[in-house]
């Protein structure tokens, strides 16, 4: 990993998964970004061996020259090889593989760091894109070139007064991000493209209510749909059912919540669509194999 470790921690105290921020004392020029070569002895914190799941309250974009490197998002695990990309934004959980080799370059940014009008234009908080990228030859050579030319301002602190070295870097990060950011909405749109729109349509739904709702027949009738002709669509697009769809949307989140936080159990349930306690430790047990307090003592 670049060497970049923090001093943060956990701002809710007590023993959640720890939360890191960007260091930018350790940042050349103090700057809101980092770039470096990935590899062996790199951290993002002495205190937190990447193995262990945690999360970063920064953008991550690794460009890969080895593999095959596993790496855990959100509870999904990703085989990059080289030439892909892993993009990991502010806030998701994630975890680095023991057994993979990662080798490459990494962009670090903090949130801030760009102006409103370029965060929106690259979408640095699109959560509904695909974290791992396969640029095609092109794509990937332009990347490169872009990433590269980023590294040399970065580091070339002689050249240029500091404001004018800063302002360098921001117009530098946004040229990488454009493409970056174009490569993610391309590969989201031929996900979507391959999906039925009725499948497309209840996913959104889902993303939308699942916290509120885990009802097929109320999904089906909100959208026009029969409840067979969304099964069928649902099956197509995903090989499981509209039901299964819902719930493994609703252990995601409530994943994320006993990770992130320290909310009684009870709290985590409520907020996923379950006032009782018992039932969500229950419906949390069948899909998981374990409570979610086993599931909680696991990560910590």
Same mark, same amino acid.
């Given at each position: 990993?670049?060497?970049?470790?923090?001093?943060?921690?956990?701002?809710?105290?007590?023993?959640?998964? &720890?939360?890191?921020?960007?260091? /930018?004392?350790?940042?050349?020029?103090?700057?809101?970004?980092?770039?470096?070569?990935?590899?062996?002895?790199?951290?993002?914190?002495?205190?937190?061996?990447?193995?262990?799941?945690?999360?970063?309250? =920064?953008?991550? /974009?690794?460009?890969?020259?080895?593999?095959?490197?596993?790496?855990?998002?959100?509870?999904?695990?990703?085989?990059?090889?080289?030439?892909?990309?892993?993009?990991?934004?502010?806030? $998701?959980?994630?975890?680095?593989? &023991?057994?993979? @080799?990662?080798?490459?370059?990494?962009?670090?940014?903090?949130?801030? =760091?760009?102006?409103?009008? *370029? /965060? @929106?234009?690259?979408?640095?908080?699109?959560?509904?894109?695909?974290?791992?990228?396969?640029?095609?030859?092109?794509?990937?050579?332009? #990347?490169?070139?872009?990433?590269?030319?980023?590294?040399? @301002?970065?580091?070339?602190?002689?050249? #240029?007064?500091?404001?004018?070295?800063?302002?360098?870097?921001?117009?530098?990060?946004?040229?990488?991000?454009?493409?970056?950011?174009?490569?993610?909405?391309?590969?989201?749109?031929?996900?979507?493209? $391959?999906?039925?729109?009725?499948?497309?349509?209840?996913?959104?739904?889902?993303?939308?209510?699942?916290?509120?709702?885990?009802?097929?027949?109320?999904?089906?009738?909100?959208?026009?749909?029969?409840?067979?002709?969304?099964? &069928?669509?649902?099956?197509?697009?995903?090989?499981?059912?509209?039901?299964?769809?819902?719930?493994?949307?609703?252990? #995601?989140?409530?994943?994320?919540? #006993?990770?992130? *936080?320290?909310?009684?159990?009870? &709290?985590?349930?409520?907020?996923?669509?379950?006032?009782?306690?018992?039932? =969500?430790?229950?419906?949390?047990?069948?899909?998981?194999?374990?409570?979610?307090?086993? =599931?909680?003592?696991?990560?910590?």
């Amino acid at each position: 990993m670049a060497d970049t470790p923090s001093r943060g921690g956990d701002p809710t105290g007590g023993d959640a998964i &720890r939360t890191f921020p960007f260091p /930018v004392e350790l940042a050349v020029g103090g700057v809101g970004m980092q770039v470096g070569p990935m590899g062996d002895g790199h951290t993002w914190h002495a205190d937190a061996p990447l193995h262990r799941v945690h999360r970063i309250d =920064f953008h991550v /974009v690794m460009l890969f020259t080895g593999g095959p490197v596993r790496h855990m998002i959100d509870f999904a695990e990703y085989e990059a090889t080289a030439g892909d990309l892993l993009w990991i934004r502010p806030g $998701q959980v994630h975890r680095f593989s &023991r057994t993979s @080799e990662y080798r490459g370059t990494v962009l670090t940014m903090q949130p801030g =760091f760009l102006p409103r009008s *370029t /965060v @929106e234009a690259t979408g640095l908080y699109r959560y509904d894109q695909p974290p791992l990228l396969h640029p095609g030859p092109g794509q990937l050579a332009a #990347l490169r070139a872009a990433l590269d030319q980023l590294r040399r @301002e970065y580091e070339d602190t002689a050249t #240029l007064p500091a404001p004018l070295h800063t302002a360098v870097l921001r117009h530098t990060l946004t040229a990488f991000l454009l493409r970056l950011a174009h490569l993610a909405a391309s590969s989201a749109q031929a996900s979507r493209q $391959q999906a039925d729109t009725t499948f497309t349509l209840f996913r959104d739904a889902v993303e939308q209510d699942f916290a509120t709702n885990h009802s097929v027949s109320a999904y089906a009738d909100a959208l026009g749909y029969s409840r067979r002709t969304l099964v &069928r669509a649902v099956r197509a697009a995903t090989g499981e059912t509209p039901k299964g769809f819902i719930d493994k949307r609703v252990i #995601l989140e409530a994943k994320r919540l #006993l990770a992130h *936080t320290d909310l009684p159990i009870g &709290r985590v349930g409520a907020a996923v669509g379950f006032p009782d306690a018992a039932n =969500f430790s229950k419906f949390f047990h069948l899909h998981t194999g374990v409570t979610p307090v086993t =599931f909680r003592a696991e990560l910590r």
